[in-house]
């Protein structure tokens, strides 16, 4: 048996779950999330504490039982407290802006940038360079930030791009003038 899947998770005020076969839904302040799960694993719902039953010996289905009560602990933080990403643009002239469901960058292409937030992720930005992302659902979260990433990685020679706040970018060496011994 998962030693994970064992653990109950404790419900905060104000957070509901119900289990209708396969899916689990989870409300809260932070809004409504739902999530199928597989068919060798169980919701009880007694008071404030929720347990994952494991339903299967199989082994690969008994791996589904941690990983499923972690996947249901998230979604209930998410919406008791809701998820953060961080991030920054690097380089000369970069910049962002919050509008609507919507960044519009300047990420030193010809034209700026538009790229559309899905429903439930919401943007922020700090000194037209920090991009701070909220939301509920952290998969979600995750997802949008390595694609709002993946619009301008960080290139390895300067550094410039779009990085998680914190990231260290290990910098290559350019070429070296004179050091090339041509004819």
Known sequence: MSRVGKRTIKL???????FKAPFVEVGGKNGQLKRQ????????????EVFV??????????????????????????????????LELQGVGFRAQA?????????GFSHPVEFPLPTGISATVDANTKITLKGADKEL??????????????EPYKGKGIRYLGEVITLKQGKTAGAGGGK
């Open 141 to 154: 979260l995750g997802l949008t930030a390595a694609k709002l990433r993946k619009v301008r990685p960080p």
């Open 12 to 18: 905060p005020a104000g957070v509901k779950v119900a």
């Open 37 to 48: 799960l597989p068919p060798s694993v169980s919701v009880d719902i007694k008071g404030d």
């Open 99 to 107: 509008q609507g469901t919507k960044l519009t960058m300047q990420l």
């Open 53 to 86: 039953v494991n339903l299967s010996q199989d082994e690969t289905k008994r791996a589904l039982h941690g990983l499923c009560r972690t996947l249901i602990s998230n979604m209930v933080l998410g919406v008791a407290q809701g998820y953060t990403k961080e």
